[in-house]
T-cell receptor, first 113, second 114 residues
Framework: GNSVTQMEGPVTLSEEAFLTINCTYT??????LFWYVQYPGEGLQLLLK?????DKGSNKGFEATYRKETTSFHLEKGSVQVSDSAVYFC????????????FGQGTILTVHP | GAGVSQSPRYKVAKRGQDVALRCDPI?????LFWYQQALGQGPEFLTY????????KSGLPSDRFFAERPEGSVSTLKIQRTQQEDSAVYLC????????????FGPGTRLTVL
């Protein structure tokens, strides 16, 4: 079946630092890949997505590229802000699990001023 | 229109009680999903509806869990004879048409079973 593995957190950075959160997946076929973010006290929000190999999803300065050869979808941001502090979830949809999103365990990001 | 809404936002139940959790999807969205999120974990799939048809219930953990969407809009997740291990946040999501469209999540219902 499908699975998603994220780098373990928590991740603590200073403002304006570079961010990478690693995500690798296992799936058959050609799943769609997502990053969702959960800000404190709020629900899950879609941050970005990519639906086919070599696609780059981007939003709010965050980027992730769908790498089929390495089965990865790493999240990056060049300069984080305090307001980026949240929990980030990598997820996939498709493959053998049509319809259901399969999530990683989440990575807590804390950004200090 | 408005996003996905869920009620109640918080529910405390005594072990053995039945609970009902409600989800109002985005208007016009065909697909609706329920997920369970344990503390410190990612959400896990419970069940999926396309209109009023429940197409996948493979994630429901036991026969105490039951979901319905009788008119293809509002959905209710019911848990009978709640146990402590049912304590979690229950998330509802909807998507416009097919199951592979982007899913939009509600704020969740935090269930605590004492």
């Amino acid at each position: 079946g499908n699975s998603v593995t994220q780098m373990e957190g928590p991740v603590t950075l200073s403002e304006e630092a570079f961010l990478t959160i690693n995500c690798t997946y296992t799936a058959t076929g050609y799943p769609s890949l997502f990053w969702y973010v959960q800000y404190p006290g709020e629900g899950l929000q879609l941050l970005l997505k990519a639906t086919k190999a070599d696609d780059k999803g981007s939003n709010k300065g965050f980027e992730a590229t769908y790498r089929k050869e390495t089965t990865s979808f790493h999240l990056e941001k060049g300069s984080v802000q305090v307001s980026d502090s949240a929990v980030y979830f990598c997820a996939l949809n498709g493959g053998t699990s049509y319809g259901k999103l399969t999530f990683g365990q989440g990575t807590i990001l804390t950004v200090h001023p | 229109g408005a996003g996905v809404s869920q009620s109640p936002r918080y529910k405390v139940a005594k072990r053995g009680q039945d609970v009902a959790l409600r989800c109002d999807p985005i208007s016009g969205h065909v697909s609706l999903f329920w997920y369970q999120q344990a503390l410190g974990q990612g959400p896990e799939f419970l069940t999926y509806f396309q209109n009023e048809a429940q197409l996948d219930k493979s994630g429901l953990p036991s026969d105490r869990f039951f979901a319905e969407r009788p008119e293809g809009s509002v959905s209710t997740l019911k848990i009978q004879r709640t146990q402590q291990e049912d304590s979690a946040v229950y998330l509802c999501a909807s998507s416009l048409e097919t199951a592979t469209d982007t899913q939009y999540f509600g704020p969740g219902t935090r269930l605590t079973v004492l």
